[in-house]
């Protein structure tokens, strides 16, 4: 069996003829009857089997372990032959044929697709790792949690939504961090969540403990990866990933300023003036009370907030999106925030995957960007397949290139009392 795409039938000459058992899309069968060709089924066609098409060949597929040298590959985001894709039904949204996984020379099917794993199989490990699923970027996601049973039977409910949701990744769970053996990509959810009355950094000193140990089992299993830490407090748990690791800076990233990014325009939204896709806004510094975020850039359907809100509301809503956390927090009196946090780390990964050229922010090494402390620090980033790919240069205002600074110096030494 095989899957009958648009560019099979804009190949075809008048008539298709396809195996009886082949899975004709319906974006197919709609450009079939704008181009006027005949879909015959092998067993209507065989009297005329002789003045027909051949019937397209049914593809066996044989995956193969992933491997670093595919990561490059990733950003074509193949998807297996006979696996339908939510892309396959949505109108002008044809088969690229890159994504569609070829023979190779011994006549075996390839993989392309990379594996990512996700450790910590909590609110946002769980739903980090179906996001990820959900995107069909990759061939495995391996949700892996200490608690014996619960990445497994996580990652069990969410492959009996695949065909409901239209995915092909497969998930699966396990207590071993050698399960993430082979993975291109790996995010860092655990750790303690925070707790009504705490800050972010209360938690460093038990974090530390869980993402070393980590790093250590990432360095064994998956010394290729790129890994995008989520974990709390962000910054200093990003520089131990890193320290731990041993990998170059620009394959250990920290999660802060997508989600922080996204907070602050979802509270622009609220103002009426746009909605929330339509803000665009940065958020850089620190996961935290040192985040800046540069309003002189910032603007709603092209236009400057500073125009549009008057500049007490507008430093009101940044001294709520540093606080969101702890408004969310607060507000469950049990546990942490996971929609929006999973959503900003999956998209991290999805934008490595899928390459391009997005602007965000990311916690990284800022290796003299801005003139600020050589630290873990939030910056505007490109990401490639292979992390980080550049440090961004934005105009900024002296006061917000100052907050920077400062920032990067608050920062620096949170992570020197690391140790």
Known sequence: MSVVSVADVEKANGVLVIAARDVLT???????????????????????AAQAPLPLRPIVQAPVKPTPATRSAAGENPIQPGALSGALYRRGAPV???????????????EDRPRAAVIGAGHVGAMTALRLAETSLFSRVV???IVPGLAA???????????????????????ELSAIDGASY???????????GM???DLTGVNAEIVGGVADGIRRHAPNSVVVVVTNPLEEMTHLMAKRTGFPSSRVIGMAGVLDSARFCSLIALEGVARPQDVNAIALGSHGAEMVIPLSLATANGRPLEELIAKDRLAAIVERARDSGAEVVKLLQKGSAYFSPAESAASMVAAM????SALIAACVQS?????????RIGLPVRLDANGVKEIVKLPLRPDEQAALAEAARSIAKRISELG
């Open 353 to 356: 995957v899928r390459g391009g």
């Open 143 to 145: 949700l892996v949690d």
């Open 367 to 375: 290796a003299g960007a801005y003139g600020v402390a050589d630290t």
């Open 96 to 110: 690229p044929t890159k994504m569609q996984v070829r023979d190779n020379a011994e006549g075996a099917i390839r």
């Open 153 to 175: 039977g996580l990652a069990l409910d969410m492959w009996h939504s695949a065909g409901l949701r239209g995915f092909t990744t497969r998930i699966e769970g396990s207590t």
């Open 26 to 48: 319906p974006l197919a069968a709609d450009r079939a009857k704008e181009l006027n060709v005949r879909i015959e089924r092998a067993s209507v066609a065989r009297e005329a």
């Open 186 to 196: 790996v995010v860092m959810t655990a750790g303690r969540p925070r707790q009504p």
């Open 199 to 201: 800050s972010r950094t």
